[in-house]
Nanobody, 124 residues
Framework: QLVESGGGLVQPGDSLRLSCAAS????????IGWFRQAPGKEREGVSC????????NYADSVKGRFTISRDNAKNTVYLQMNSLKPEDTAVYYC???????????????????WGQGTQVTVSA
């Protein structure tokens, strides 16, 4: 099970930190990805961190603003989001794929487990 938290309503330029808490599987065997889906748009891969958090991946749209990290002792992955923009508004999901972030890390199809999502709204 994956449970996201930390979403909310913020103004442009603000920051948020999302959390993804895992249970029911061996967390440090899995890479974790963050996705987002805005109304009327396809689900978009945002970032991925592999099981030993050595390798991370980011979508071009968030590079330099978002940082993914994980604490295997707490079975939790974080997404620090800075300099938020209105176009970052979406439901954010975390998902788990076995072992490492694959070359197809931004494809939802490679993930086995999903959370229920947390809403992030960026608006003045």
């Amino acid at each position: 099970q994956l449970v996201e938290s930390g979403g909310g309503l913020v103004q442009p330029g603000d920051s948020l930190r999302l959390s993804c808490a895992a249970s029911g599987f061996t967390f440090d065997y899995y890479a974790i990805g963050w996705f987002r889906q805005a109304p009327g748009k396809e689900r978009e891969g945002v970032s991925c961190i592999n099981r030993r958090h050595i390798i991370t991946n980011y979508a071009d749209s968030v590079k330099g603003r978002f940082t993914i990290s994980r604490d295997n002792a707490k079975n939790t992955v974080y997404l620090q989001m800075n300099s938020l923009k209105p176009e970052d508004t979406a439901v954010y999901y975390c998902a788990a794929q076995r072992s490492y972030c694959s070359p197809m890390w931004s494809s939802a199809n490679v993930y086995a487990y999903w959370g229920q999502g947390t809403q992030v709204t960026v608006s003045a």
